[in-house]
């Protein structure tokens, strides 16, 4: 039988296209335990979040110190930041495929999307609070306090006032890896800035290094991690809470509602129930994801090979959660519902 060109380039295609069909030329991978070891439960209350075959998977890794995640829920895709490289990475759900979003970005960190859809961006060199619009400008929401430049923005939240709570604890300014070395200008601190004001208000100083941040469900109690130890050393890791007056622009005197021993705290999420999920940093057996309670009450663990830095809740249904762990991106299914 003759075979045409046009005959032998289609089965070429063809075959071409079957050796990288999954479904008929599957790859092995090596053996492992399954379900995964990385749940620990320490309370009852925490195993009606546990899903015992849902799988830890690392679904990316090539960052030199990743943060900041946040998912999009229309576009199925989570945003995240490469620090060192100064880049803003994208993660689409749909293919499981990472890529390069903004590049030369700041150094961003933490990254939250307002509830116009627009994505809000923590930057520590040039410090500031930036906002990138429909048309692809950038407007720049804060940059300093009473004359002086901003330390190097953190994380932050978004409000339905239009208002951004962000932290400003300075880590892009210690050293020339995550942003560029300087002296602070103004002690580390948490802010409230929206569209109407020159500057931002200063809300507190209470955190020592004013870290990671998230909001309870009803928007009322706001929660900010202090990664104290770092720089001061006679001071705990801590979580503290304040109750945050109705328009965003004030806090009670706060409470340091978590102490850490031999573990830190970085970025968070709040699930629906009001749980805390926080990653954490302590070596084996303590790096990866605590969850607390609203009352600060431990009640599980999720168990990661590498520190990890923040969390968000992804998904259709916002059950996975995200972990951004230094070098890698892992998700697992849980129980919970991010709000």
Not at 29 to 45: F, H, I, M, Q, S
Not at 49 to 67: A, D, K
Not at 152 to 174: C, E, Q, S
Request: proline share 6%; hydrophobic share 35%.
């Amino acid at each position: 039988m003759t075979i045409g060109r046009r005959q032998f380039l289609a089965g070429t295609v063809a075959l071409t296209a079957a050796a990288s069909s999954p479904s008929l030329f599957a790859r092995a991978e090596a053996p492992e335990r399954y379900p995964n070891d990385c749940w620990e439960v320490l309370d009852e209350r925490f195993e009606r979040y546990m899903l015992f075959n849902s799988p830890l998977q690392r679904i990316w890794s090539g960052g030199l110190w990743l943060e900041g995640p946040v998912w999009n829920a229309v576009g199925r895709f989570a945003v995240f930041s490469d620090i060192p490289r100064a880049r803003q990475m994208r993660w689409d759900e749909a293919s499981n495929t990472v890529s390069v979003l903004r590049h030369k970005v700041g150094h961003s960190n933490g990254n939250a999307f307002d509830d116009h859809g627009r994505l809000i961006a923590c930057e520590h060199s040039p410090a500031r609070v930036v906002r990138y619009e429909w048309d692809g400008s950038v407007t720049v929401l804060a940059n300093d306090w009473q004359g002086k430049r901003l330390n190097a923005p953190n994380d932050l939240v978004t409000l339905p006032n239009g208002g951004i709570i962000f932290t400003d604890p300075g880590y892009g300014a210690h050293v020339d890896y995550e942003g560029h070395k300087r002296d602070l200008d103004i002690e580390p601190a948490v802010y409230y800035v929206d569209d109407t004001l020159d500057e931002p208000l200063r809300l507190t100083t209470a955190p020592y290094k004013p870290n990671g941040i998230a909001l309870s469900p009803d928007r009322r109690t706001l929660y900010v991690t202090d990664t104290a130890p770092s720089h001061y050393p006679d001071q705990p890791p801590a979580i503290f809470r304040f109750m945050l007056a109705e328009d965003g622009k004030a806090v009670s005197d706060g409470e340091r509602l978590v102490e850490g021993q031999g573990e830190g705290y970085d970025g968070m999420a709040v699930d629906k129930d009001g749980n805390l999920w926080v990653g954490t940093s302590g070596g084996e057996g303590k790096d990866g994801v605590s969850i607390f309670t609203a009352e600060g009450e431990r009640i599980g663990r999720i168990l990661l090979p590498e520190v990890c830095a923040n969390v968000c809740f992804a998904g259709e249904d916002r059950n996975r959660l995200l972990m951004t762990a230094s070098r890698s991106i892992y998700t697992l299914y849980t129980g919970a519902r991010g709000i």
